[in-house]
T-cell receptor, first 110, second 113 residues
């Protein structure tokens, strides 16, 4: 079992650009959650997808959007990037209970 | 609104010492509590999961306790090793909010040999 995988590992963008991050859940998991972790902070919940629908959303603007595919993999899209969007983006998958995290994507906005 | 606090923010100990990391939360109506380990720039590794009906969980040299009524959890690490150096995060899943994990800011542990 490969566990939760994320791509890319690192990404550098400039302000105003758009970015797409990808996540493949652990085998057998049907729920994917996305978190943003700024330096020195705990992860902050962005949103969760289940059965290809956004089930819950944290306090993030509409610039952050997502999608879940029939195979349960997921994408996180961020439009009109700001310097403050620089962070480690973490994906977690679950099947009803414990959440398992991927290695994250480090996004740097210049 | 659920808030999670971890004390201390940083801790340095010599190898072999037993230590306790603290986590407190403001709303006792939780579904479960998880302790994670995070190495610099890396993802989170789940260490222990305690359901709301449980008092403690153990895995090797790690023991986590949960006191819902007082809104506290502790992570006990026995006989610390340099390889234990990392940031330890506590997260609660609130049964009111649904399924999101609410994290503390973490305790950064350094174990010297």
């Amino acid at each position: 079992d490969a566990g939760v995988t994320q791509s890319p590992t690192h990404l550098i963008k400039t302000r105003g650009q758009q970015v797409t991050l990808r996540c493949s859940p652990k085998s057998g998991h049907d729920t994917v959650s996305w978190y943003q972790q700024a330096l020195g902070q705990g992860p902050q919940f962005i949103f969760q997808y289940y059965e290809e629908e956004e089930r819950q959303r944290g306090n993030f603007p509409d610039r952050f959007s997502g999608h879940q595919f029939p195979n349960y993999s997921s994408e996180l899209n961020v439009n009109a990037l700001l310097l403050g969007d620089s962070a480690l983006y973490l994906c977690a998958s679950s099947f009803g209970g414990e959440q398992f995290f991927g290695p994250g994507t480090r996004l740097t906005v210049l | 609104k659920q808030e999670v606090t971890q004390i201390p923010a940083a801790l340095s100990v010599p190898e072999g010492e037993n230590l306790v990391l603290n986590c407190s939360f403001t709303d006792s109506a939780i579904y479960n509590l998880q302790w994670f380990r995070q190495d610099p720039g890396k993802g989170l590794t789940s260490l222990l999961l305690i359901q709301s009906s449980q008092r403690e969980q153990t895995s090797g040299r790690l023991n986590a306790s949960l006191d819902k009524s007082s809104g506290r959890s502790t992570l006990y690490i026995a006989a610390s090793q340099p390889g234990d150096s990392a940031t330890y995060l506590c997260a609660v899943k609130s049964n009111q909010a649904g399924t999101a994990l609410i994290f503390g800011k973490g305790t950064t542990l350094s174990v010297s040999s």
